[in-house]
């Protein structure tokens, strides 16, 4: 625990200006991001007398070690730096709204030739129109089937309109009447496109316009006695009506809010939000956070603002913006609303009528929220500070540890061995922090010693980016046998979970297919991770911060292992445990008895629990090795040939033994293969070792590739023959 006088500003040192300040802690990472009209006014009320500090306040300026601050010129350039800190560095005390559920939104790809409608969830793409967030995915997909009669817009995936596009028939929305059929050209790009404008028209509120214009029509065709075109018409308007009437006119003058209310208590907030578009109820969320600090409700909603708002712009901000409180002062966030909208929005409090009326409603409904979130979460708090006292305990621990680390190697007979780091933090599991390693120092099967080679390597890491730091005196950091070359800066072995790191030559695994939603490597579980930092940043490091507790799966040996590179590395402040899965022993270094808990133990549970995700995290990374592998064709190995001008030449060829015989002329012809990578494909498979034929397994038959059978490589898809069958194969993984 740090003393805030240590790290306080000399007098006169703070400008007495607006600008934004971090708090960091030991390890240099940004744990609180403010914002001030006087930085030095503001600052000075965190360097007082512990005893008048909010105990949450408290914790933070203990556990910081130092503070810093940047000038700016006005308030809503604040406002917009402490949100872009906030997004940059995710500090762990700050007002942080935990979003309940991943919201769907029905979208319209207003950016494609043919615009699709369809239900999207995550970040928002540029040239899409969003409408929503709704409750529940049926909820928009009763709404689009209602509006399909009168606007008939393509609904279909890309797969299935190029397949539509290339056979000529449509599919069965097309037959029916609930698609304008675009794929087969039964209607232009520009008035498909006008269609799906219109149908963004209906859902923004823009009704009264066509349901009129349908009655004209149905009149005029009663008129001239077109009684079954004025019957479909009928029907059209009586879609339309159904589906207006699946969300109720709450606000007169068609209006366009957000409504933003907030129940609180000292612990925890939590905020509704009720979005209002066309005077009707379109969508409806809600956040939790804990109070890390003594927070006024107006700043609780200047917080939700910036996460609702921060990465909109243009009709996604509405133009009245109904809170139960102000922020103070209310003036900069009006700007920054106004900033992002391209126009005037209002920040008000509601004071009569059905806007105050209705903002009682968003008010009971947070009340509601908040209830439920303390229901839930008090048995959860409880549950896992017990587990870690349990384990402190067990292990005699100074304290609990908040931070455990679990590493599993992973390998098929030997081959392909590699290993899992998971991280849980407060009982819970931090998924960008997990890491995966391939073992480099030796082949063959030895957990033992993988074990020592990756915690060497993890711990290796931690040393290096403390000494980077400063936080030892020179010549404290590694010895002259541990100091990491160049090339080792950045091993196959130690791979970050960002979706863009590649590996094993260059190319993504099958679970490395990372997306820009945050998507990871196996289950869709977060595994983004920001870039690598500099000294001077807080962004979460790859082995910065060191665990209080490593778990080990294995017994005796492998913890014995775990220990010998922690004491070869001079570290003696990690505690080091093992999980046996036979009988759910815990072993513990230089012990030749192990710790048992009682098979009702929550510190157990929590064990278990870090031990299963390193088992699961590691076995998923070592198929995906071994798929890979057995993928692996003569093609992947030329230079600057990539997954596209390979599946052009199998798809011309028709497989790798036809390219094989096939001259450096008959290679050009391939669009995209200019003369000198032809050389140089025909070179590498001249001297590659031809693939042995494809078998048949529920045959025996062998498959000659001239009559059409594709060789079994990465160039065409299939699985090779292995020994065994799949469950024995299983049985042999570890």
């Known amino acids: 625990m740090a003393d805030p006088s240590s790290y306080r500003p000399r007098p006169g040192e703070i400008p007495d200006s607006p600008g934004v300040y971090r708090f960091r802690d030991e390890h240099r990472r940004v744990i609180y991001v403010g914002k001030a009209k006087s930085l030095r006014q503001r600052l000075a009320n965190y360097f ?4 008048n500090l909010h105990p949450r306040t408290r914790t933070m300026v203990t556990t910081a070690a130092s503070v810093e601050w940047t000038v700016v010129s006005t308030e809503v350039e604040a406002l917009q730096l402490e949100y872009s800190w906030i997004k940059e560095y995710d500090p762990r005390f700050n007002v942080k709204y935990r979003d309940d559920k991943s919201y769907p939104y029905l979208a319209v790809t207003m950016n494609e030739e043919f615009p699709r409608v369809q239900v999207m969830r995550g970040h928002k793409k540029k040239g899409v129109r969003y409408f929503g967030p709704y409750g529940h995915a049926w909820a928009i997909r009763d ?6 009669r009168v606007f008939p817009v393509r609904t279909c995936s890309a797969g299935v309109f ?23 050209g039964r209607i232009t790009p520009d008035d498909h496109w006008d269609l799906a404008d219109e149908f963004c028209d209906f859902m923004a509120g823009r009704t009264g316009t066509y349901l009129r214009r349908l009655e004209r029509q149905m009149a005029d065709a009663a008129e001239e006695m077109e009684y079954e075109r004025a019957a479909r018409l009928r029907d059209d308007i009586g879609a339309l009506r159904k589906a207006m009437e699946k969300s109720a006119v709450v606000l007169a003058d068609a209006t366009d809010a957000d409504l933003i209310a907030v129940a609180e208590d000292e612990l925890e907030a939590a905020v509704q939000i009720f979005h209002v578009r066309g005077g009707r109820v379109r969508g409806q969320r809600g956040w939790v956070t804990d109070k890390v600090e003594e927070i006024t409700t107006g700043a609780l909603v200047e917080h939700a603002l910036q996460q609702l708002y921060g990465e909109e712009s243009g009709d996604a901000v509405p133009k009245e913006v109904l809170v139960p409180a102000l922020p103070d002062p209310v003036e900069p966030v ?9 126009s005037g929005v209002s920040l008000r409090i509601p004071q009569r009528g059905d806007k105050k009326a209705l903002m009682e409603t968003v008010q009971r409904n947070a009340q509601q929220a908040l209830v439920l979130h303390k229901t839930k979460r008090a048995s959860d708090l409880t549950t896992r500070s017990r587990a870690l006292e349990e384990i402190a305990e067990a292990l005699d621990l100074d304290s609990a540890p908040l931070r455990v680390e679990c590493y599993d190697i992973s390998h098929l007979q030997g081959d392909d061995v590699v290993a899992s780091m998971v991280v849980f933090e407060d009982g819970l599991a931090r998924k960008s922090e997990y890491r995966r390693f391939q073992i480099k120092g030796f082949e063959g099967q030895d957990d033992v010693r993988s074990m020592h080679e990756v915690i060497t390597r993890r711990f290796r890491r931690y040393l290096a980016e403390k000494e980077k730091t400063g936080e030892w005196a020179d010549g404290e950091g590694l010895t002259d046998g541990e100091q990491r070359t160049e090339g080792e800066q950045r091993t196959e072995g130690e791979q970050r979970m960002d979706g863009g790191q590649r590996t094993d030559g260059g190319q993504r695994t099958d679970g490395e297919a990372g997306t820009a939603g945050g998507t990871g490597p196996d289950d869709g579980e977060a595994l983004t991770h920001g870039p690598a930092l500099k000294d001077e940043d807080g962004r979460p490091k790859r082995f910065a911060y060191p665990p209080q507790l490593v778990v080990v799966d294995g017994g005796q040996p492998q913890v014995a292992a775990a220990q010998r590179a922690l004491d070869e590395l001079g570290i003696d402040d990690v505690a080091v445990c093992g999980l046996a899965k036979r009988l759910e022993e815990v072993w513990l270094p230089r012990e030749d008895d192990p710790v048992v808990l009682p098979r009702t133990s929550e ?9 299963d995700e390193a088992h699961r995290f590691a076995i998923t990374y070592q198929r995906a090795k071994r798929a890979k592998r057995f993928r692996a064709g003569p093609l992947d190995e030329v230079p600057g040939l990539g997954e596209t001008r390979k599946q052009a030449l199998i798809k011309h060829f028709g497989s790798v033994k036809r390219l094989r015989s096939a001259t450096i002329d008959q290679i050009c012809e391939v669009p995209g293969i200019g003369r000198k990578t032809a050389e140089t494909v025909a070179a590498a498979l001249a001297g590659a070792t031809p693939a042995g034929p494809a078998v048949n397994t529920a045959t025996g038959e062998i498959m000659d590739d001239e009559d059409g059978a594709p060789e079994t490589t990465a160039d065409a898809p299939g699985e090779p023959v292995s020994a065994g069958t799949p469950d024995e194969r299983r049985g042999q993984e570890r």
């Open 603 to 611: 510190g157990l549970y929590l064990l278990q629990r870090v031990r």
């Open 48 to 51: 007082q007398d512990l005893a």
């Open 162 to 184: 190029k397949n539509a596009a290339r056979t000529g028939r449509p599919c069965l929305l097309g037959y029916i009447g609930k698609c304008s059929a675009p794929c087969v």
């Open 143 to 148: 709404t689009v089937d209602l509006l399909l």
């Open 334 to 342: 009006q700007l920054w609303l106004t900033e992002r909208r391209g």
